[in-house]
């Protein structure tokens, strides 16, 4: 029994050298336990001949030869792989193309295209565990509607997260369509998940509580609320900071100090106007800074160069909302407020989008409906509030009222 691959020779026939060259580089033969085998990798071992194992070398080699045949004759290998493998092989199950899959991406994350916080997740899906431990251990080829179905709706979780799973779930399966080791994606169920309703506070409001954040620490949310998202905030530096405006062009990718300083979101760069108050915050607190200093520092934070973790920058907002009664989380207090009030003043969403960074119009077409005002202002622009009103938190609260009411004035200046 002999170690090295064997060599097989056949006849050119007529296709083209090209294809011939190729195809006499595609597989090995190698001994296998007590028997053979074909490598026929990327795309897998053969230990048989239609169920049948290989009696000699020579017959694993006859059937190598035939493989080559037909891929000098222009067939692709990896559909004669997949016609030649068993359909519920070891090679085909789940678990060996997730592994594979989790690899490239790795790959992805560590040029920057993923966030490692969202490679973990994926790292959690895949594992026994996992939201995909139930189908680790069936072929690609037996993934079927009901199959995925029956598995979706067994996980115990919330539907957002059940959304999630099969969305990356079909990632992975379109990662092996696109590799040409799966014929086709099956259809997915739909998961139905109601649309998070975020809170939404006054200006009014969202200056008090910056106002109660301490005057050395409040530099980070006066930035937070002219659009930026917390992760863009605390990747900031002082060289970002140019002529009052910030050039918005990284975000943090994780919640910790030590996690990558990357694109952002959009993977956009955007400048941000800074308002009189931030320009002041800046030149009285961070002075001496420069270069690739942070621009906004925790004065208690661990780390020797001070920049924000992304719970410390929640939690501050938060110890000053609870202080007012104001019930609002960072990102819906300051970034998602905003847009709505602008929303609310007539701004078109395409300024907004721009302001926010928002890659998809999508995302910025729901500050609309946030905004308290918007069908009043679409369907009875006779019964709109003038602005002096609007700015009052207490007439917004009263405004199902107002709006009843017969003989209300029409507005007198734009909304």
């Known amino acids: 029994m002999g170690t090295a691959a064997a060599e097989i020779p056949f006849r050119r026939a007529s296709a083209c050298g090209s294809n011939w060259a190729m195809a006499e580089r595609f597989g090995k033969v190698l001994p296998y336990r007590s028997g053979w085998r074909l490598d026929l990798r990327p795309y897998g071992y053969l230990y048989t ?73 994926l790292q959690r899906a895949c594992r026994p565990t996992g939201h995909f431990g139930p189908l680790l251990d069936r072929s690609i080829h037996s993934l079927t509607y009901g199959v995925l179905e029956d598995w979706l709706f067994g996980l115990t979780v919330k539907g957002k997260t059940k959304r999630n799973a099969a969305g990356d779930f079909h990632a992975f399966l379109s990662w092996l369509r696109r590799r040409g080791e799966l014929s086709d994606v099956p259809d997915f169920p739909t998961v139905p998940v109601d649309e998070y309703l975020p809170t939404i506070i006054s200006l009014e409001d969202q200056d008090r509580v910056i106002a109660r954040i301490p005057a050395e620490r409040r530099g980070a949310f006066l930035a937070a609320r002219l659009g930026l998202r917390p992760s863009e905030v605390r990747a900031l530096n002082m060289e970002d900071y140019r002529e009052g405006c910030l050039v918005v062009a990284h975000g943090m990718k994780g919640p910790s100090s030590y996690h990558p300083r990357r694109g952002t979101k959009s993977r956009r760069f955007r400048f941000v106007e800074v308002d009189r108050e931030l320009a002041d915050w800046i030149a009285e607190y961070r002075r001496d800074a420069i270069g690739a200093a942070p621009l906004f520092v925790n004065p208690t934070g661990r780390r020797s160069e001070g920049r924000w973790l992304g719970s410390a920058l929640r939690q501050e907002w938060s110890r000053a909302a609870r202080s007012l009664g104001i019930r609002a989380r960072m990102y819906e207090g300051t970034k998602h407020s905003s847009a709505s009030a602008a929303a609310r003043r007539g701004v078109r969403l395409e300024v907004i989008q721009q302001a926010l960074g928002h890659a998809d119009a999508r995302s910025t077409a729901r500050y609309a409906r ?4 918007a069908s009043v202002t679409v369907l009875r622009p006779e019964c709109n509030l003038s602005a002096q009103e609007i700015a009052s938190s207490k007439r917004l609260e009263m405004l199902g009222e107002l709006v009843g009411r017969a003989g209300i004035e029409p507005a007198t200046s734009a909304v």
């Open 49 to 121: 001949d239609q169920g049948l194992r290989f009696e000699s070398e020579a017959h694993a080699a006859g059937v190598l030869a035939s493989i080559r045949r037909e891929i000098a004759n222009g067939a692709a290998a990896s559909d004669i792989v997949r016609r030649l493998l068993p359909k519920d092989g070891k090679q085909d199950r789940v678990k060996v193309h997730l592994a594979r899959w989790l690899e490239a991406q790795a790959a992805r994350e560590a040029a920057g295209e993923l966030s490692p916080e969202y490679l973990r997740n």
């Open 370 to 373: 946030l905004a308290p005002m």
